[in-house]
Every structure is written in C-alpha cells, then in structure tokens.
C-alpha cells in the first residue's frame, strides 16, 4: 500500500490534518459553536466550485473563500448578537445558492464528487506543501493563544475586562477554523469536515474532564480514525471521507454503549 505515491501523500495529509483539526475543533466545541464548521464547510465548496470554473487549484479557492465567509461570520455573529444562528443560516444558504450556479456550468462532476466526499489519489505533492505551511502555524497559534482562547470559550464578557482582546481572538479562532477546512477538503470532502473538527472532541468529553486530557485524546481518536479511514478506502475502493465518519460513528456509539453499562 505504503509503495503507491499517492497513498504516503494522503498518510501524511490525513495525519497533519487529524492533529490540527481536534485542536481547534475543541474550542468551537466549548464556544457552543460547533456549527461554524457545517457553515464554513459549504463555504469552502463554494470556493471550490469557483477554482474549477476560474481553472485555478481549487484548495486555493475554498481557503480564499473560506477565509472571507469566517470574517465575515464574526461580523454578522456581533450584528445579531443573541442570536448567532441566524448568521450561520445566512452564510450556509448564501454558499449553497451560489454552489448550485456554479456546479451547473462545470462540466464535468468527478473533479467535484473528490470535493465533496474526498479521495486519497487526488493529493498532489503541492497540496501537501500548502497543507504543511498552513498546519505549522495553525499549531503554533493555539499553543501561544491557548490559554486566552480557552477563557474567551467560558466567559467573553470576563476575557474583555482582564484585557484580553476578545474580538481579534475570535476572529482568529474563525479564521482557523477556515483554514482548517479547507486544508481537509481532499482526504474528508466539503460535506463530512465538519465531523473531523466536532465528534473526536464529542467523544472525548464522554471520557475526560480535563481539557489538556481531551485534547489529546481527540488528537488519539482523530488519528485512529482518519488512518484506519484512509486504509479502509484503499482496500474496499471506498469513500476516505465516508469512511473515516463511520469510524467516528462506530466510536461514539462504543462510548456510548460502555456508559450505559
């Protein structure tokens, strides 16, 4: 397996990503925003959907998209304060409208279906570089921000009075996030990202209290899932990102089952 290029190109792909993506996705998780990353994901087909018609790499669009919608998500997240739902729906239907528009001027839909649901043969060796120069300081970031970004997570108002600058932090934690998803649209796909940012987290909860804990065994689950994804993929000629949820899925219910004993 490992003798295929593409397959060690998508080992590593799908490593960096398991890592970084429970790190920021357990933020999000205790904001009780955990639907940002269901938004910003149709965002990022978006973006893709204007690569494959402008003919430029379509990582390139859904991270400059991406990137637009999470800026502009905290703006309307301050606009309907209270109701932070309402931003979210904006968003999500604005992405899926244009998609649609575009998607039906694209000939040809293979290109799209390894967007949406994600393939192991499509990782380029110049999608990896800008995987690895976007995750080395997405990491870097929340090991220096962590300490502030946690306490924005329990108390904005508290955050604010001590000092700390609440509104560039969430709009860095944003901005994550959309970096994020757009680094995993070729090993999960734009419709199953944000399962790799909330259910490794989810299903740490249901064992740790200790954050430092539940990051890491996110981080565990995360790596677990993603790689025995990609090897089922391989084998069964599968979806990686069908493949890699089921896993999640058949994790949570273990936990689940395991409590109720």
């Not at 790499?57 to 998209?65: D, E, F, K, R, T």
């Not at 990491?139 to 508290?158: H, M, N």
């Given at each position: 397996?490992?003798?295929?290029?593409?397959?060690?190109?998508?080992?590593?792909?799908?490593?960096?990503?398991?890592?970084?993506?429970?790190?920021?996705?357990?933020?999000?998780?205790?904001?009780?925003?955990?639907?940002?990353?269901?938004?910003?994901?149709?965002?990022?087909?978006?973006?893709?959907?204007?690569?494959?018609?402008?003919?430029?790499?379509?990582?390139?669009?859904?991270?400059?998209?991406?990137?637009?919608?999470?800026?502009?998500?905290?703006?309307?997240?301050?606009?309907?304060?209270?109701?932070?739902?309402?931003?979210?729906?904006?968003?999500?239907?604005?992405?899926?409208?244009?998609?649609?528009?575009?998607?039906?001027?694209?000939?040809?839909?293979?290109?799209?279906?390894?967007?949406?649901?994600?393939?192991?043969?499509?990782?380029?060796?110049?999608?990896?570089?800008?995987?690895?120069?976007?995750?080395?300081?997405?990491?870097?970031?929340?090991?220096?921000?962590?300490?502030?970004?946690?306490?924005?997570?329990?108390?904005?108002?508290?955050?604010?009075?001590?000092?700390?600058?609440?509104?560039?932090?969430?709009?860095?934690?944003?901005?994550?996030?959309?970096?994020?998803?757009?680094?995993?649209?070729?090993?999960?796909?734009?419709?199953?990202?944000?399962?790799?940012?909330?259910?490794?987290?989810?299903?740490?909860?249901?064992?740790?209290?200790?954050?430092?804990?539940?990051?890491?065994?996110?981080?565990?689950?995360?790596?677990?899932?993603?790689?025995?994804?990609?090897?089922?993929?391989?084998?069964?000629?599968?979806?990686?990102?069908?493949?890699i949820v089921v896993i999640f899925t058949c994790l949570y219910a273990i936990t689940e089952f395991k409590k109720g004993m």
């Open positions: 397996m490992l003798r295929y290029a593409f397959m060690q190109r998508a080992f590593i792909a799908g490593i960096i990503i398991s890592i970084i993506a429970p790190l920021i996705g357990n933020y999000i998780i205790l904001k009780r925003f955990s639907q940002i990353g269901d938004t910003l994901s149709h965002s990022a087909i978006l973006g893709v959907a204007l690569g494959l018609l402008i003919g430029i790499n379509p990582l390139i669009g859904a991270l400059v998209i991406t990137i637009f919608f999470a800026i502009a998500l905290e703006r309307l997240r301050k606009e309907f304060k209270g109701f932070a739902e309402i931003s979210l729906s904006m968003i999500t239907m604005a992405s899926l409208g244009f998609s649609a528009i575009i998607f039906s001027r694209i000939k040809s839909s293979a290109n799209v279906m390894n967007y949406l649901f994600g393939s192991i043969v499509a990782i380029s060796r110049a999608d990896l570089i800008l995987i690895l120069l976007i995750a080395i300081p997405s990491v870097l970031l929340i090991l220096i921000f962590q300490k502030e970004l946690l306490y924005i997570c329990f108390d904005e108002d508290g955050a604010y009075v001590s000092g700390i600058n609440v509104k560039l932090l969430n709009l860095v934690l944003n901005i994550l996030v959309a970096l994020v998803i757009g680094i995993s649209l070729r090993i999960v796909g734009g419709f199953l990202i944000s399962a790799l940012l909330v259910i490794p987290g989810a299903i740490s909860m249901k064992l740790v209290s200790n954050f430092r804990k539940l990051q890491l065994y996110s981080v565990l689950i995360s790596l677990f899932s993603v790689v025995f994804g990609i090897i089922l993929s391989f084998y069964l000629n599968i979806s990686p990102g069908g493949s």
